[in-house]
């Protein structure tokens, strides 16, 4: 009985140890950790019994980023996983260049220098390139189809993110072919979401994009909520936004990007190096429609739209 303690922690020490880099907070992360840990458990590697996981989150406060990476890395986890999130990638990258990261981000990781190439990473990181720096002319797209009169369009995106950056350029990009005028509306934190949708108002804006970022993610049901509000038609990348009373969702399937997270840190767990994993590139994009938020808003869907949907939510 004395001894079990002693074993106990002797255990513990032989366990790998990953650190996981979240820009939001466990509660706002749970249904996609949950995947995360599951693909690992049904690859042999269950938290508590032969794994540990060490989670350190921003909480939304990107400039925590660095310190809590730093940490991580002097705690020599075996992995490194930024989630889909390019601030967390950065902050991972730049604390270490030996301790292997997977990561998931929608910018090209090439121009941002996390990696050598696709193909051959060549360095400690690999991961999932989601291409949502892209979807901005698709998502301005799908707007026209839903709402031929549509002239004036809200952005909503945070500035402290790079990929929202990339995003607003492409949506600005493709409103001046399509003859639409774009309101680019900044929120860095939580305190400024109704501000900026008090602006959107304002500003009499036919329809809302929501730009990809973590932060805005973890507020989707306080978004959602304003956007019923004040009846307006939002559009986003994420599903878990049309499920909870946004209008429509174009983008990838982030519980399928976590279950490749899990499946390249056992890779890298049996001894594989990310310089030679290939960075996956997410292809598949789902559509999904909230019917009655439609009706709500007086908009009806064209059955061409409705046709090349992945789900339609009645």
Same mark, same amino acid.
């Given at each position: %009985? $004395? ?11 032989? %366990? ?17 950790? !949950? ?9 042999? *590697? ?5 794994? $540990? ?18 940490? @991580?890395? /002097?705690? /020599?986890? +075996?992995?490194?996983?930024?989630? +889909?999130? +390019?601030?967390?990638? &950065?902050? +991972? ?11 998931? $981000? ?74 639409? /005028? $774009? ?25 809302l994009l929501i730009g990809a970022d973590n932060m805005l993610y973890t507020r989707r049901v306080e978004i959602a909520t304003l956007a019923s509000r004040y009846a307006i038609p939002a559009i986003s990348t994420w599903r878990e936004m049309t499920e909870i009373g946004g209008l429509m969702s *174009? ?10 997270? !899990? ?17 996956? /590139? ?14 709500? @808003? ?9 046709? &090349? ?6």
């Amino acid at each position: %009985m $004395i001894a079990w303690p002693f074993a106990t922690s002797a255990q513990q020490s032989t %366990m790998p140890v990953i650190g996981f880099l979240g820009t939001t907070s466990p509660t706002q992360s749970a249904e996609l950790l !949950a995947a995360f840990r599951g693909n690992l458990a049904e690859a042999g *590697y269950a938290e508590g019994r032969n794994l $540990i996981i060490d989670y350190r989150f921003a909480e939304g406060q990107y400039d925590r980023l660095p310190k809590l990476a730093e940490e @991580l890395v /002097q705690r /020599q986890v +075996a992995v490194i996983v930024t989630g +889909a999130s +390019a601030p967390s990638t &950065l902050a +991972a990258k730049a604390a270490t260049a030996t301790i292997p990261i997977v990561f998931g $981000i929608g910018e090209d990781p090439v121009k941002l220098g996390i990696v050598a190439s696709l193909a051959r990473p060549g360095g400690n990181a690999t991961g999932v390139n989601f291409f949502l720096s892209e979807l901005g002319a698709k998502l301005l797209g799908i707007v026209r189809e839903l709402i031929p009169a549509a002239k004036r369009v809200s952005l909503l995106h945070n500035p402290n993110n790079s990929l929202s950056g990339s995003v607003a350029r492409d949506v600005v990009a493709a409103a001046a072919t399509l003859g639409v /005028q $774009i309101d680019v509306v900044q929120a860095r934190d939580t305190s400024e979401i109704e501000p900026a949708f008090a602006t959107i108002v304002t500003n009499k804006t036919d329809a809302l994009l929501i730009g990809a970022d973590n932060m805005l993610y973890t507020r989707r049901v306080e978004i959602a909520t304003l956007a019923s509000r004040y009846a307006i038609p939002a559009i986003s990348t994420w599903r878990e936004m049309t499920e909870i009373g946004g209008l429509m969702s *174009y983008g990838t399937n982030l519980l399928d990007a976590y279950r490749q997270f !899990a499946a390249y840190t056992v890779l890298i767990l049996k001894g594989a190096k990310p310089a030679d994993l290939p960075v996956v /590139q997410s292809t598949k994009f789902e559509l999904v429609i909230n019917l009655p938020t439609a009706k709500a @808003l007086s908009l009806t869907v064209p059955p061409t739209l409705l046709a &090349l949907a992945d789900e339609v939510i009645e």
